[in-house]
């Protein structure tokens, strides 16, 4: 490793509004066993198959409609 690097003729990050921002969320034990069983059989971690649905749940502005029982 360099003791000093030259960042003077860098760009900035074409992605940077595009990265993720970590949080906390509380989801129940079967919602998480039902999407890590689905990430499963696509290939892909569970976290991102869940910020997959998520995102297309945003950007199709789907309602959400409940039913109380």
């Keep these: 490793m360099r003791?000093?690097?030259d960042f003077s003729e860098s760009t900035p990050n074409p992605y940077a509004q595009k990265l993720k921002k970590?949080?906390?969320i509380r989801l129940d034990e079967?919602?998480?066993a039902y999407f890590k069983g689905m990430a499963e059989e696509k290939g892909i971690p569970y976290q991102s198959l869940i910020n997959?649905?998520?995102r297309d749940c945003a950007q199709s502005h789907r309602d959400l409609r409940l039913q109380w029982q």
């Design 52 to 54: 997959l649905y998520l």
């Design 22 to 24: 970590q949080i906390t």
């Design 30 to 32: 079967d919602t998480i």
């Design 3 to 5: 003791k000093h690097y």
